[in-house]
């Protein structure tokens, strides 16, 4: 069952050039797995409500954050110009995109702003140190595309059974990643176990069917074994 809050912003934390979190205050709210989403209504305007991950982890108390890539839009621009001490409205939680944990192997591969139901899982399996190796391949077009570099370096160091590999289009002097795309080739060298793993996937729609195609069609992986989640919008 979802429910309906109305919540005060906390904090807004710009994460690169065009991504903001925004965590809001919470107290008797309602309890959410990682990888949940939520529907942020501004200004009870129905055309100002979107879908957006929850990007905290229910592990990080006291808020609940969700992080944005700030486009053209009017929702948008109404909630870049939002700062702490406003209030907003979130319904929550919605989606199944939640980690087995009875996966010993995880693969996430993940694009863009997809990273944000990411960020809340691997911070949760980081903090209540679950027994699952985790695999993490996220790919950016550019650095400065990245989200979340400084929280993944540091949940690494905490639990080391988590490995990220960044995937970029672009090189970038002082920045290990593999340089192109997610593809068969790069899955193989990355995770030479990928036949043990539960694969998640999370991003555009293009990348996210991309993906599948190649972990069931190239790599034989059992579609069983490929959970995902599509952000539509872009
Ligand atoms: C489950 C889920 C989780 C998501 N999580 C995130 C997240 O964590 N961070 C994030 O930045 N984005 C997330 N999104 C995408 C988000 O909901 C917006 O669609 C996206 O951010 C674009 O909104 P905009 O206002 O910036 O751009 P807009 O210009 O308003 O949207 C671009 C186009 O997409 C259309 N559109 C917008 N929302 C939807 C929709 N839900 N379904 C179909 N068409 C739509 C608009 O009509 C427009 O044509 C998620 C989407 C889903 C479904």
């Known amino acids: 069952m979802t429910a309906e809050i109305t919540a005060r912003v906390k904090e807004v934390i710009s994460r690169n050039y065009n ?40 592990t990080e108390k006291c808020y609940i954050e969700f992080t944005k890539k700030l486009t053209e839009s009017d929702f948008s621009k109404k909630l870049n110009n939002l700062k702490a001490g406003d209030q907003i409205t979130v319904q929550y939680p919605f989606g199944k995109f939640v980690l087995d944990e009875s996966a010993p192997k995880i693969a996430f591969l993940s694009g863009g702003i997809g990273i944000t139901p990411i960020r809340s899982i691997c911070k949760y399996a980081a903090d209540k140190k679950l027994g699952a190796d985790i695999i993490l391949l996220y790919a950016n077009r550019s650095v400065k595309d990245v989200v979340f570099k400084d929280d993944f370096d540091a949940m690494m160091k905490d639990y080391p059974r988590l490995r990220v590999a960044h995937v970029l289009c672009e090189t970038e002097p002082g920045f290990q990643c593999t340089v192109g795309r997610i593809n068969a080739g790069v899955i193989k060298h990355q995770i030479p176990d990928y036949r043990e793993r539960k ?33 539509q919008g872009y």
């Open 199 to 231: 694969f998640y996937l999370c991003g555009p729609p293009q990348m996210v069917e991309a993906m599948q195609q190649i972990l069931i069609r190239e790599l034989e992986i059992a579609p069983g074994a490929v959970v995902t989640e599509n952000f």
């Open 19 to 58: 991504v903001k979190s925004f965590r809001l205050e919470i107290n008797n709210a309602p309890d959410f797995q990682a990888g949940q989403f939520l529907l942020v209504k501004l200004n009870n305007d129905p055309a100002l409500k979107r879908y957006l991950s929850i990007s905290s982890s229910p």
